[in-house]
């Protein structure tokens, strides 16, 4: 697992495709924190970095798949994923390696951020006079919710061997796990059918971290859906092996 996470991440930062996805990402988080006038910090008037948490999970619906619609289907394109299927390699190592890679660098891309939380804790009137507490929790929530568009991207990557048709579907599962449910949820009133929908979408599971309370129920919900996608990935590719 360790060869193929350090094969994983050598080859991101290698290329350039990890910068491209940093730059992307924090220039479009940056200006919709610092420059947008309505969505600017400088022009609420107060320290707050709600705009932050609330676009930067659709932008990362665009990006993780773009990281990730490589991992599995360029390898299964070039043939060289047969070639790992007869190494000595568990597909559980191969998923992980991978996933963990991928996951590693949207942490990376996400650390600058961190210059985010100092700015705003400068300028509070008085100074730190910022919801740390809801900070990092919506933190602890953005990367778990990459977590999980990252082991839908994987899935998706493993499903067919071109990078496109695996961007696409990758998009299409994240948007529907984080917009459609809780869309399709208010078309059910206050059902019980409304209820879990709701409970089951990804941006409810992200709001509710947000608040600076962390719940274990979803930690363990988010934690569940990554080993789901992970346990699809392996199924497909065990599918491959065959």
């Avoid at 991440?9 to 940056?30: D, E, K, P, Q, R």
């Avoid at 773009?66 to 568990?90: D, F, H, V, W, Y």
């Avoid at 059910?188 to 971290?209: K, M, N, P, V």
């Amino acid at each position: 697992m360790l060869a193929i996470f350090r094969k994983e991440v050598g080859s991101f930062f290698n290329s350039l495709i990890a910068y491209i996805v940093m730059a992307v990402f924090l220039t479009t988080v940056g200006l919709i924190v610092w420059v947008f006038p309505d969505s600017s910090i400088l022009d609420y008037g107060y320290a707050d970095l709600g705009s932050f948490f609330q676009l930067a999970p659709y932008v990362l619906l665009f990006l993780i798949p773009a990281i990730t619609m490589r991992s599995l289907a360029e390898e299964s394109r070039n043939g060289t994923l047969e070639l790992l299927l007869t190494k000595p390699l568990q597909n559980r190592d191969l998923i992980l390696g991978k996933f963990l890679a991928n996951w590693f660098l949207v942490l990376i891309t996400l650390l600058p951020t961190l210059l985010y939380y100092y700015s705003v804790y400068k300028l509070g009137n008085p100074e730190g006079n910022v919801d740390s507490a809801a900070v990092f929790g919506s933190y602890i929530g953005l990367l778990l919710f990459s977590g999980v568009v990252v082991a839908m991207g994987l899935w998706a990557s493993s499903l067919n061997d071109n990078q496109i048709v695996a961007f696409i579907l990758g998009v299409f599962f994240a948007f529907i796990w984080y917009v459609g449910f809780g869309s399709v949820a208010a078309l059910f009133g206050t059902g019980l059918a409304a209820q879990i929908l709701s409970w089951a979408a990804l941006d409810e599971q992200y709001r509710a971290l947000g608040k600076g309370l962390i719940d274990s129920r979803n930690i363990i919900y988010l934690l569940s859906l990554i080993l789901f996608f992970l346990c699809l990935t392996y199924w497909q590719v065990e599918k491959l092996r065959k």
